[in-house]
Structure formats: structure tokens, C-alpha cells
């Protein structure tokens, strides 16, 4: 942390505490307000070094008091506790709550010791046979039908077609669970990186009728391989996806209302009619209705890249994906409480890091039993 932030962070701590002198009061004060009328009190990572930089400037320069400065007191309270959570942790949630209510609502979350996902899947062969992958052997796992099935020593599963035709019409499912993920290569060279809670059909030898076809259900990243001759198509329960090569994030989950393709590279068609570009996200409600527009392609990929990011996404939402990576159940107790969280954080820290932030917000309330997160107003 820049020496400079360190002694904002100390300054915001006095200013808290009631202890700044007259000075310190109004330059923490101008500075407040000037930023709350450029951000309307949405706090932006990108902005706060150069924010941090001006308190200082003002606070250094010994600027004249200012008077008749109109301030929610309480407002500032806990905007500069957000700015605390923010440079320390790395990571920023905000909403408007009062000193009381904040300091009414945290707790130690520091007893919660749910560690994060792990690699691991279950390769369901056409035979109904189950071979752990997180546990297996490297090596040959298992050949069916004319294709080899192994595990490489980076922990990734390869198939090898020996003879396409014997191998056709053999169906193999790989499915993670709650707080798993897994990278694996298709027949045809496509990787495919599976999210939590998700599974993927296809046929052994992944060509079928003259395409390649796969069925998902969840999330996945793929990176397809390059077949003018033969597209593509991945399936979900609200869109059909059709490629030649390119790069793209599907999330089809059963709990979500809605599916999203989000590309990164090359050009998909969504539902043999729209056609998407870098940059583009399309959601669907139900099968045929697309909305497409541009994003930020990182959000979409955070998951793959080891990261949770939240841009204004509500509780429920939040707790969706805290329960599949971590595998933990959410209670709602009382109402749900209407707020949106913007931050980012690794999905590699204890659970205890996330949700301890969380509650600093003020607005929700969580505790932990086990392996419940109770979720209160």
C-alpha cells in the first residue's frame, strides 16, 4: 500500500473517532462531497488512489476551513469503512447504512473454516460406469468403442479416437460438483473448462450427423478447434450455439433465469440466426428470445481466471455462486434484502475473507452453522 493511503486510512480512522482538528474535519469534508457529486456515492476501484491522493494534497496544503458544509455524517461513517475494507482486502462492497446499523449488524465470521473448490469431476462412460477423476491414476482410464480415454499428468482428460465408426453413438457425461471444476480436451482438440455444478454430454467421438455437438448444463469456458467441415455446437436449455473456432463463456444454469454466451473471440450464432462479436453477450429468458449487448468479457471469465467479480448483482445472486464453489447451503431468514455488491475477490480465499466483507457492508446480515450461510435484513 502506498505510504500516501496509509495515512488516509489514518486520517479517515480520526475522523471516525472524532479526533481530526479543525482543518483535517474540512478537508475530509470537501473531499466527501466533491466525490459523492462525481459518483453519487458509488465508490470506484480506479478512482480511489487519485481520491486518496487529494485528501492528502488538501489536508498537506492546510486549506482553509470551510464552512455551511452540508454532510450526512453518518453517510461518510460508512463510505470511509468501505474505504478501508477496499485497499486493505482488495475488495469493495458499498451501501448506504447508518453507524448503528453497521456496527448492530458485524460479526466474527472467523470460525467459518469452508475452504474453497478443488479440481476434481466424474467421467460417466456410455457403460454407466463412474471414474473419479480427482482420484484417478494417470494414464489410460478407460477405452470404449474404438476411443482411449486418459488422464494426462497436469490433470487434464484426453480422448484419442482409434476407430470412429465403432466408437459412434457412445454417450459420456462429465459433471462436477459443488466445489469442483475441471479442464478437459474434446476428440477434436476443443478445451473445455467446466464450472461448478455443471455437466457436459457428447458422444465418445464428438461427431455426430456431421457436426460436433455437446450438451451442457451450468458453465463452461471453450476454446474450440479449428473445422471448417464439421461446426460446433454446444446445447443448453435456451440457446443452440454454433461455431467453426473461437473462444466463449456459456453459463446455462438450471436455478438461473437466464442464459448467457459471452464471446472473447472469433463469431458464434446463437439460435441459427443471430450472430455475435467480440464483446458481445447474449441473454435468453426462454428458447428464441435473445438480447444482446456489449460487456466487460473478464466478468463473464472471472470463474475460469480464479476470481469471483460482482458488478451490482444482488444478495441472491451473490449467494448463488458462493454455494456452488464452496458447497455450502443459503438460508433466507426474515425478507430478502434488497442490495447490490460491486467488488472482486479470489475464489481461493477462505469463505470467512468473503463473507466478513460482506457484513462490513451493513446491509445483510450473515452468520454461519456448519456449512449454512443464514442470510438476515
Known sequence: MKMENKKVLALLEKYNNGTCTEEENAAVEAWYNSYAAKHSANVIDDDMNEEMSLIWRNVQANKQQIKN??????????????????????????????????????????DAHIKPGREGA??????????????????????????VISKTRDGQIIYEIQNPTVGANKINTISTAKGETYQLRLPDGTAVWLNSASSLTYDATLHKSGIRSVKLDGEAYFQVAKDKLHPFVVETGKQRIEVLGTHFNVSAYSDETTTKTTLLEGSVRLNDLRVLEPG???????????????????EAVAWKNGKFIF??????????????????????????????FTGAISRYDNISKILSKINYTGAVHLTVEGRRIIVMP
Open 69 to 110: 458544509i452540508q454532510l450526512n455524517y453518518k453517510r461518510l461513517f460508512a463510505f470511509a469503512a468501505t474505504i478501508a475494507v477496499l485497499i486493505t482486502a482488495g475488495m469493495l462492497f458499498y451501501k448506504n447504512k447508518t453507524k448503528n446499523d453497521i456496527i448492530r449488524q458485524q460479526v466474527s465470521l472467523a
Open 311 to 340: 458488478t451490482s448483482e444482488d444478495i441472491t445472486s451473490v449467494m448463488r455462486k458462493l454455494s456452488r464453489w464452496y458447497d455450502v447451503e443459503v438460508v433466507y431468514k426474515g425478507d430478502r434484502p434488497a442490495a447490490n
Open 280 to 298: 458481445d453477450q447474449a441473454s435468453s429468458q426462454a428458447f428464441g428470445k435473445i438480447a444482446v449487448e456489449k460487456v466487460d468479457v473478464n
Open 122 to 147: 466424474t467421467l460417466t462412460l456410455a457403460d454407466g460406469k463412474k471414474i473419479a477423476l480427482s482420484n484417478a491414476v494417470n494414464g489410460e482410464l478407460a477405452k470404449e468403442a474404438g476411443v
